[in-house]
């Protein structure tokens, strides 16, 4: 599978981006998605999951109730949406898929480029 992340920018603290994940290969409609971030001399970290099936959704605590996760299966594509952003948003944001766990970044088989979103305050 390989992945490419769209629609990072800069943005004002409350502000809102959506971010784009498009796949290619046969078989991604049967893999987990996700959404990890990577700030500026931190860990990467798990944000936002797909599950295999596309029935259940997973949330890192810190943007619970602010971003969304979804998937267009016809088009290949999975989105992030980004509401009430914060200046610890600011991060790149990375788009990946799994055969395994959703939420364990370990398991994540690929990953795409990367996609930098920044939140002034």
């Known amino acids: 599978v390989q992945l490419q992340a769209s629609g990072g920018g800069l943005v004002q603290a409350g502000g809102s981006l959506r971010l784009s994940c498009a796949a290619s290969?046969?078989?991604?409609?049967?893999?987990?998605k996700g959404w990890s971030r990577q700030a500026p001399g931190k860990e990467r970290e798990f944000v936002a999951a797909?599950?295999?099936?596309?029935?259940?959704?997973y949330y890192a605590d810190s943007v619970k109730g602010r971003f969304t996760i979804s998937g267009d299966s016809a088009l290949n594509t999975f989105y992030l949406q980004m509401n009430s952003l914060k200046p610890e948003d600011t991060a790149v944001y990375y788009c990946?898929?799994?055969?395994?766990?959703?939420?364990?970044?370990?398991?994540?088989?690929?990953w795409g480029q990367g996609t930098k979103v920044t939140v002034s305050s």
């Open positions: 990946g898929s799994s055969l395994r766990r959703a939420t364990v970044l370990r398991d994540y088989d690929s």
């Open positions: 290969g046969r078989t991604f409609s049967s893999h987990a």
């Open positions: 797909l599950s295999r099936s596309a029935a259940t959704t």
